[in-house]
């Protein structure tokens, strides 16, 4: 079993940063692929990013690439996503994800380990 927890939300202003952290214990993930995925109030949990096991291949969604970075450091086991240049349309519990693979996927269901999720909302 792998637990995942994030931490690193909060309340910022639009153009603010934020780096969240997702720390796993349990178990080691660094075979694994990790991923970040959202949910916004009224709507469904959208994917963010994903990093491969060793950290060299990322991929984003369309909507935050070139503003989030996705990273990871296999000796603390933990993952995280910088949050740079925030909108007020990137605001939702961010979730932490650990797919027992090493193929990079955008879908939920590849995953099979979920953290608790980390408020993030940005005012304007």
């Known amino acids: 079993q792998v637990q995942l927890v994030e931490t690193g939300g909060g309340v910022v202003q639009t153009g603010d940063s934020l780096r969240l952290s997702c720390a796993a214990s349990g178990r080691t993930v660094s075979a694994y692929a990790m991923a970040w995925f959202r949910q916004a109030p009224g709507n469904e949990r959208e994917f963010v990013a994903v990093i491969n096991w060793s950290g060299s291949v990322t991929y984003y969604a369309d909507s935050v690439k070139g503003r989030f970075t996705i990273s990871r450091d296999n000796a603390k086991n933990t993952v995280y996503l910088q949050l740079s240049s925030l909108k007020p349309e990137d605001t939702a519990v961010y979730y932490c994800?650990?797919?027992?693979?090493?193929?990079?996927?955008?879908?939920?269901?590849?995953?099979?380990?979920w953290g608790q999720g980390t408020q993030v909302t940005v005012s304007s």
């Open positions: 994800a650990a797919a027992i693979t090493t193929l990079l996927s955008t879908r939920e269901s590849r995953y099979s380990y």
